[in-house]
């Protein structure tokens, strides 16, 4: 009994020296993590909307929750040259996640995906830049296209899946339409709230 005991008790010391090692660990990453996400989300905002001024793309909240981005091209902020959102799809063995911008008549002006975590060689390749081009070939077939109206050529749409990786393309494709819908129900629903 005393053995089970001592063993008890050196594996909660060991336990709890992990425990304070990671705690003390995770306090001194987690500001630089913060900023490598904000760094990514600017650099996102930048390619979602490509005709903004970077300084004067702002965040529309609700409840300290972003609902999307509005993109100025200028500190004139009368008229939006665009908007950007994110939009979340269930690819083949994660979320895909994918920042959007659109111009005010819907058209799609820049894609970045953010983050998934697809099957190398297939499903990751929804963000692969080709040899001597400069951008993914994925999301570039979605630029000037209308966001509410996106299938992928499997679907009868006009964008052709990734071979080998119809889940991952669909779910990029399907996530980009219920974004927009979901961004226009929240931009009705914001002028709603200011119009009364």
Do not use: C
Not at 15 to 41: D, F, H
Not at 68 to 75: D, V
Request: charged share 25%; no cysteine; net charge negative.
């Amino acid at each position: 009994m005393r053995d089970i005991v001592k063993l008890g008790a050196i594996l909660m010391v060991i336990t709890v020296i992990s425990a304070a090692t990671l705690a003390g660990v995770y306090s001194v990453t987690r500001p630089k993590i913060e900023e490598q996400k904000r760094l990514a989300l600017e650099r996102a905002l930048t390619i979602a909307l490509p005709t903004a001024d970077p300084r004067y793309i702002l965040p529309v909240r609700e409840n300290d929750a972003v609902l999307y981005y509005k993109g100025f091209s200028s500190e004139d902020t009368s008229h939006a040259v665009g908007y950007a959102f994110v939009s979340y799809g269930p690819g083949y063995s994660s979320v895909i996640e994918t920042m959007v911008g659109v111009d005010t008549l819907g058209a799609i002006i820049g894609m970045k995906v953010l983050a998934q975590v697809e099957t190398p060689g297939l499903g990751t390749k929804v963000e692969e830049v080709k040899y001597g081009e400069t951008d993914p070939w994925f999301t570039r077939q979605f630029l000037t296209r209308r966001a509410d109206n996106l299938a992928v050529d499997k679907d009868g749409g006009d964008i052709d899946s990734i071979t080998g990786a119809t889940i991952s393309s669909r779910a990029v494709t399907n996530s980009v339409v219920d974004g927009y819908r979901q961004f226009n129900k929240n931009l009705e629903l914001l002028d709603k709230s200011q119009n009364n």
